[in-house]
């Protein structure tokens, strides 16, 4: 196991992959965000495993400009970044590639046996990542792992390309990274998703705005989860002044909230209510059509903006010619899926 940063360097320098796979093992419980606790790649022939603890992952910005490879790396690229990696030139996600392939089983264990028919012990998945030593069986865990995740995405690329969309899966690998990558507090949650502040007056919903701000922000920088700090009956009690705040920078924070009028209303009316149900419909239909998972064909946001009229399909990227298609084509016989351009080199586009 590479512990420190010259080893870390020493192994760089030594090689320069086309593909990456990395895996990580973390420990979230009672945390705001999680805390990383191993590092896992994979290349070629070759395998490592990094501890995370006892140096930075810096030496491997190196490596930013290979294919790097993840599974649902929703959790993984925050923490990597934090530990000194940076955002890859390109990254291939295998369980992207699976909703891709309109595949039901998701999780990589399962990926793993219906895929490739092998099955993985995953006992040490849950044992603790951050105690030292770790034990031979978490060790054997961790490289299994990647080295299988490597296995897996070989095999999901051909399936993608014999279908014309691998560059898709490229495509919606960097829109993920956007969202990955993103590394800071999360966004406060919608008024709406509490009863008691979804009609309020614009003064109470500055304040309830102003202390789910500061929740998230103190969550992150503590790294401890949000309710732990302020609970959602706090929340709306202090924003309402049905109690009183016992901190001073709590008052200090409802003294500067400044009032915040309700946004737009953007329900949708009957007649895009049932254009909204038409166009599920018809998602749906398509997507079993052509085997694409039908959340990442279209997801809900973007069919009610569908539903609204106020989307430019043209500016969609990758989901353009299946969202064109989802449009024009009534529900009748199987439409051809939308392939890939090809240019002089015979190279999709």
Wanted: include cysteine.
């Amino acid at each position: 196991m590479i512990r420190s940063r010259s080893e870390l360097e020493a192994l760089v320098s030594a090689h320069r992959p086309n593909r990456v796979v990395v895996d990580t093992e973390y420990a979230s419980e009672g945390r705001y965000r999680g805390v990383l606790g191993l590092v896992q790649l994979a290349w070629g022939e070759q395998w490592a495993i990094i501890d995370p603890l006892e140096t930075s992952l810096e030496p491997l910005v190196a490596w930013r400009d290979a294919q790097w490879v993840t599974h649902d790396g929703s959790q993984d690229w925050g923490l990597l970044l934090e530990s000194g990696m940076v955002r890859p030139a390109e990254l291939f996600d295998t369980q992207l590639a699976a909703r891709m392939l309109g595949l039901k089983d998701l999780g990589l264990a399962k990926l793993m046996v219906s895929q490739l028919g092998e099955a993985h012990d995953k006992g040490a998945q849950r044992s603790n990542w951050l105690k030292r030593p770790l034990s031979e069986d978490q060790l054997l865990y961790a490289q299994q792992d990647v080295v299988g995740l490597l296995r897996l995405a070989t095999h999901l690329e051909n399936e993608l390309r014999t279908m014309g969309r691998w560059d898709m899966t490229l495509d919606a690998g960097a829109e993920a990274l956007d969202r990955w990558c993103d590394v800071g507090p999360r966004k406060v949650p919608h008024l709406q998703r509490f009863k008691a502040l979804r009609r309020v007056d614009p003064k109470v919903r500055g304040r309830a705005v102003a202390l789910l701000e500061w929740r998230e922000a103190e969550g992150y920088r503590r790294n401890r989860p949000v309710r732990w700090l302020l609970s959602d009956d706090d929340v709306i009690a202090l924003a309402k002044n049905t109690k009183k705040p016992e901190k001073t920078e709590i008052a200090q924070i409802l003294s500067e909230a400044k009032p915040l009028e309700a946004p737009r209303n953007d329900r949708l009316s009957s007649e895009q209510r049932a254009k909204l149900k038409e166009l599920k419909g018809q998602r749906q239909s398509l997507a079993d059509r052509v085997q694409l998972d039908p959340s990442l064909l279209a997801p809900p946001a973007l069919l009610n903006k569908l539903a609204l009229g106020c989307v430019e399909v043209g500016a969609l990227g990758w989901r353009a010619p299946w969202i064109e298609q989802l449009l024009n084509e009534p529900m009748g016989p199987d439409p051809a899926p939308p392939k890939e351009l090809e240019d002089s080199d015979g190279r999709s586009a």
